[in-house]
Nanobody, 115 residues
Framework: QVQLVESGGGLVQAGGSLRLFCAAS????????MEWYRQAPGKQREMVAG???????NYADSVKGRFTISRGNAKNTVYLELNSLTPEDTAVYYC?????????WGQGTQVTVSS
């Protein structure tokens, strides 16, 4: 079993910043890629950013230049730095990985951006 725990969400004004953190634990075989997704009310869950163990990153077009994903010092940890936030970034943010062919999700952390 694999567990992912996110933290760092909150309420911020437009133009502000937040830093999200995710830690994965449990029976992890090999995780080469970790991702952040988000889901806004009434919308589908969408990929926000991903990072390989080697540090190669991938971003959704909507967050390029504003969000930064990075690996933590501890194994299987990842950060997501959110800058220049807008109300359209309001969503529950989820950390995710694939382990042995199964996708795992954290419980999510709420990010709310006020105008």
């Amino acid at each position: 079993q694999v567990q992912l725990v996110e933290s760092g969400g909150g309420l911020v004004q437009a133009g502000g910043s937040l830093r999200l953190f995710c830690a994965a634990s449990g029976s992890i075989f090999t995780v080469n890629y970790m991702e952040w997704y988000r889901q806004a009310p009434g919308k589908q869950r969408e990929m926000v950013a991903g990072i390989t163990t080697g540090g190669v990153t991938n971003y959704a077009d909507s967050v390029k230049g504003r969000f930064t994903i990075s690996r933590g010092n501890a194994k299987n940890t990842v950060y997501l730095e959110l800058n220049s936030l807008t109300p359209e970034d309001t969503a529950v943010y989820y950390c995710s990985l694939i382990n042995r062919g199964l996708r795992y999700w954290g419980q999510g952390t709420q990010v709310t951006v006020s105008s």
